[in-house]
């Protein structure tokens, strides 16, 4: 049953973007553009992941004696994608494709997960969502963190957590699955119009840094 529900939502996902493909393409280069208007991204942290994937390189070569590789498998994806992406094309230009896909897949992440909970598009917070998106999580550079959200809003919007971010925020129990979706087929519950303000409050808290 729960496999049904998450391919059901990856099915509209996938109708979504084909149907509003020019749209979504257009927001996408966009959003990319604060990536490429300086000749260097200032990201706070990003230096040192670069300076880390710098020397991940030489390790590789042999030619930084009495280093070598700690096991990790958490906090790494950002420096993982940087160090081989950056084998093939360079490090610098490895920073101008990799920083603007964790910016595409946060600002993605949170709109699907905003039209999860709302049952429709929420195109009228965009501007909203852009300046999350460059917000405190991005200046800081902490980019493993800023991906992980990311990829967690796509995964609660996927598996049917509609109200468990905006609800634990308030306090208040979250309902997923099928206790959610039976009330919610057939009645409008009280606080509904409230799904957005809460969902939004949850993104802003986990990119505000407090």
């Given at each position: 049953?729960e496999?049904?529900?998450?391919g059901?939502?990856?099915?509209?996902?996938v109708?979504?973007?084909?149907?509003?493909?020019?749209?979504?393409?257009?927001?996408?280069?966009?959003?990319?553009?604060?990536?490429f208007?300086?000749?260097?991204?200032?990201?706070?942290?990003?230096?040192?992941?670069?300076?880390?994937?710098?020397?991940?390189?030489?390790?590789?070569?042999?030619q930084?004696?009495?280093?070598?590789?700690?096991?990790?498998?958490?906090?790494?994806?950002?420096?993982?994608?940087?160090?081989?992406?950056?084998?093939?094309?360079?490090?610098?230009?490895?920073?101008?494709?990799?920083?603007p896909?964790?910016v595409?897949?946060?600002?993605?992440g949170?709109?699907?997960?905003l039209?999860?909970?709302?049952?429709?598009?929420?195109?009228?917070?965009?501007?909203?969502?852009?300046?999350?998106?460059?917000?405190?999580?991005?200046?800081?550079?902490?980019?493993?963190?800023?991906?992980?959200?990311?990829?967690?809003?796509?995964?609660?919007?996927?598996?049917?957590?509609?109200?468990?971010?905006?609800?634990?925020?308030?306090?208040?129990?979250?309902?997923?699955?099928?206790?959610?979706?039976?009330?919610?087929?057939?009645?409008?519950q009280?606080?509904?119009?409230?799904?957005?303000?809460?969902?939004?409050?949850?993104?802003?808290?986990s990119?505000?840094?407090?």
């Open positions: 049953m496999i049904e529900r998450q059901s939502c990856l099915a509209a996902g109708r979504f973007v084909r149907e509003h493909r020019l749209r979504v393409a257009i927001i996408s280069v966009g959003l990319m553009i604060p990536c208007w300086h000749r260097r991204i200032e990201a706070g942290d990003l230096g040192s992941h670069v300076y880390n994937a710098w020397l991940a390189q030489l390790i590789e070569r042999g930084a004696p009495g280093l070598y590789f700690a096991k990790q498998w958490n906090n790494v994806l950002f420096d993982f994608l940087l160090l081989k992406i950056g084998n093939l094309v360079g490090l610098g230009v490895a920073q101008k494709i990799v920083v896909l964790c595409l897949i946060f600002f993605w949170a709109f699907a997960l039209a999860a909970v709302a049952r429709r598009a929420p195109w009228f917070l965009l501007p909203c969502l852009a300046m999350l998106a460059y917000g405190w999580t991005f200046s800081v550079g902490f980019f493993n963190y800023y991906l992980s959200l990311g990829l967690g809003f796509f995964a609660m919007a996927l598996t049917g957590f509609r109200l468990a971010a905006g609800l634990m925020t308030s306090g208040l129990p979250a309902e997923t699955g099928a206790a959610a979706g039976a009330g919610r087929k057939y009645t409008r009280p606080g509904e119009s409230w799904d957005w303000f809460w969902i939004m409050q949850a993104v802003m808290r990119t505000s840094g407090t």
